[in-house]
């Protein structure tokens, strides 16, 4: 895979899709990698130019020293786009993801067409909740919350009818860069955008997940009543919606982003 020098980091990228068709930018979940969207791609690589990446600290991207911002994060994502002459596009980010979406709507907006927000929030968790998780990785590594961070990401009859998927996951997580995570952690922990997403005026799609502990519905129907005028949907899954509920998850993006 291509990696990219930009703003201070290695970030490892793909990009997939005809040349000439519109960008869309797939930005992944805390303890993940860019092959999160693997269910989305054969359709999303169809219409669009869909540049997918790995955040800072995770995957094949660099680990560079803590903690991280949402700013420097979303500058990451402007400083590939534009290493790739990419000067505006959609963007799709789950959980910490949804987080780098909503800087970049509120600071940089003209670079965006639409902005779809999963399974995120405006403020995720608390300190105190950030602040035990932060401690459990620095003594004992991502390795050992990989097991029970799957309780959260996936519904119980999903986790039995397809171990295979969720042993993949577990796995992503678990070799997860321990110093990267935390850093990204930190981030989530001290960032709050309540009082700053009324601003935003980007066509926008929330969806939430109705089993989702980290980031509940409660949270998405929160961002879809401050940003002007998104559309919500609720999808019957825990916190990756976007694999328990592919086909679902993949017909309500594609729609959003081909509607006028």
């Known amino acids: 895979m291509p990696i990219a020098q930009v703003?201070?980091?290695?970030?490892?990228?793909?990009?997939?899709?005809?040349?000439?068709?519109?960008?869309?930018v797939l930005s992944n979940s805390l303890g993940s990698n860019f092959a999160m969207w693997d269910a989305q791609m054969p359709a999303f690589a169809k219409t669009h130019r869909v540049l997918r990446y790995d955040t800072r600290g995770h995957g094949q991207s660099e680990v560079t020293a803590g903690p991280y911002t949402f700013e420097q994060l979303a500058r990451d994502v402007l400083a590939l786009a534009d290493s790739l002459k990419i000067d505006?596009?959609?963007?799709?980010?789950?959980?910490?993801?949804?987080?780098?979406?909503l800087w970049i709507a509120l600071h940089e907006p003209t670079r965006l067409y639409k902005l779809v927000l999963c399974s995120t929030g405006a403020k995720i968790g608390t300190a105190?909740?950030?602040n035990t998780r932060i401690e459990a990785v620095r003594k004992n590594g991502t390795k050992s919350i990989a097991a029970a961070t799957m309780?959260?990401?996936f519904t119980a009859p999903f986790r039995e009818r397809e171990p295979q998927t969720v042993e993949r996951i577990q796995n992503t997580l678990a070799n997860t860069n321990s110093e990267g995570y935390i850093a990204c952690c930190e981030a989530l922990r001290d960032t709050d955008l309540r009082e700053q997403?009324?601003?935003?005026?980007?066509p926008t799609l929330v969806i939430s997940a109705t089993h989702d502990p980290a980031a509940p519905p409660t949270d998405g129907k929160f961002l879809a009543k401050e940003i002007k005028g998104p559309r919500y949907v609720e999808l019957d899954a825990a916190h990756l919606?976007?694999?328990?509920?592919?086909?679902?998850?993949?017909q309500e993006v594609s729609q959003f982003l081909q509607k006028p």
């Open 7 to 24: 703003n201070g980091c290695r970030i490892n990228y793909e990009l997939a899709g005809p040349a000439n068709a519109p960008a869309l």
């Open 88 to 101: 505006k596009f959609h963007f799709c980010g789950l959980s910490m993801g949804g987080l780098t979406g």
């Open 128 to 130: 105190d909740a950030w």
């Open 151 to 153: 309780e959260r990401w």
């Open 197 to 202: 997403i009324a601003s935003i005026s980007v």
């Open 241 to 250: 919606s976007n694999i328990e509920q592919h086909e679902k998850f993949t």
